[in-house]
């Protein structure tokens, strides 16, 4: 609307962009926890693996030792690797948490002022149409005297 001018459109401009960044950290945060809850269930996937690998070597006959004693180790370092990745996914999640209400506050910041842009921007386009209506009356005004008048002289002009 011509002539609406909102005061606080440069703050308006900048929790809008603020909502966007923080939109764009979370997404990528939520990339990063996928990837990782990925690298997580690959770390199980391969702990069942080993762990089936040892149960058939129980099956089979004679234990070697060795290689036995290969396929703890492994599964040491791996169970190592689990509870590593287990804090890492963790903290991702609670980042991932963090960020989500930011977003959220961010949103409501911004729609805060949508709603008082909006509320002013309705109370302009009254008062602009207040101004228009009595604008229109005075013109109305204006013409009907100015009528009136003609009216009046020429009766006057009739009469003698």
């Given at each position: ?8 459109e440069p703050l308006?401009?900048?929790?809008r962009?603020?909502?966007q960044?923080?939109?764009l ?13 990925g ?13 089936g ?10 234990l ?8 703890w180790?492994?599964?040491a ?27 959220l ?18 109370a ?6 207040r101004r ?7 013109v ?7 009528r ?13």
């Amino acid at each position: 609307m011509r002539g609406f001018a909102f005061r606080l459109e440069p703050l308006l401009s900048l929790r809008r962009h603020r909502e966007q960044t923080l939109q764009l950290q979370l997404a990528q945060s939520q990339r990063m926890l996928e990837e990782q809850n990925g690298r997580l269930e690959a770390i199980r996937a391969e702990m069942r693996n080993r762990a089936g690998h040892l149960a058939k070597h129980h099956e089979k006959g004679p234990l070697d030792m060795e290689r036995l004693n290969l396929e703890w180790s492994y599964l040491a370092v791996l169970e190592r690797r689990l509870e590593e990745q287990v804090v890492v996914v963790d903290q991702l999640a609670r980042r991932v948490a963090e960020e989500r209400e930011a977003v959220l506050e961010a949103s409501k910041e911004k729609k805060a002022l949508e709603k008082l842009r909006e509320a002013l921007l309705v109370a302009f386009a009254r008062e602009e149409a207040r101004r228009e209506m009595k604008d229109a009356e005075e013109v109305a005004t204006t013409r009907h005297v100015r009528r009136s008048q003609g009216q009046e002289g020429g009766d006057e002009q009739s009469g003698q």
